[in-house]
């Protein structure tokens, strides 16, 4: 089994799409170890709906939409780092963190903490809005700090070639190709924010044509504008 991660500069990036987008270029399966928030359609039924591919089961599924550990403590848990071990799949498993790098699990443990003692290779992803250096930058310091392996940054918005060639150029670190706004989705990375959807159904999906219609756009602009060749070295042993 070989496993990536993603995970993001902040919360509501658009990370969740690109997760959807990864996993079905690379056949791969998702996971989600902790979902906090349960009001929306969760990270996991986006990634199924616009994917097709398996889903995992959550490590936690916390009601409350905010950090995991106070998520967690509303609800008196604490999560249990040592739960959340990368699960045995055929080929490849794609792992969404939550919100950004430094995200609290517990009061001792933060996510990048995870993200190291995993060791699986990293995806940065990215807004494109007024800010992005500073948070890509010091996201990067911090996965690096910590001892990960960076594949490189991807864009979520519209483009902003001066921004995103600073952020390599500081940074270090390969530009993975820009996710612009996907119009046929009902959960698209909108203005570097992800709008998430309600559920259409009982089992959080839209019609079977829709559903169609969804995968194709993302596939497409995946195709279009992601370095998947790039990614897929990464996963080589």
Known sequence: MSAIIVTGTDTSIGKTVFSA?????????????????????TDSQIVARLSGRPVLPEGYLLKLPASPHLSAEAEGVEIDPGTLSLPQVDGVLVV??????????????????MFARWGAP??????????????????LQALRG???????????????????????QFGKVAHLGRLPVIEEL????????????????????GPVSHRAKESDALAKAFAAHIDIDTIKKALQP
């Open 122 to 139: 990293v995806i940065l992803c990215a807004r494109t809005q007024l800010g992005t250096i500073n948070h890509t930058l010091l996201s």
């Open 146 to 168: 910590a001892g990960c392996d960076v594949v490189g940054v991807v864009f979520i918005g519209a483009a902003e070639a001066e921004v995103e060639d600073t952020i390599c």
């Open 186 to 205: 009902r959960a698209v990375p909108d203005r570097g924010r992800e709008t998430k959807c309600p559920p259409m159904g009982a089992d959080g999906h």
């Open 21 to 41: 987008g990864l996993v079905a270029a690379l056949g791969a399966s998702y996971w989600k170890p902790v979902q906090s928030g349960l009001e929306e359609e």
């Open 96 to 113: 969404e963190g939550a919100g950004g790098v430094m995200v609290p699990l517990n009061r001792e443990t933060l996510f990048v903490d």
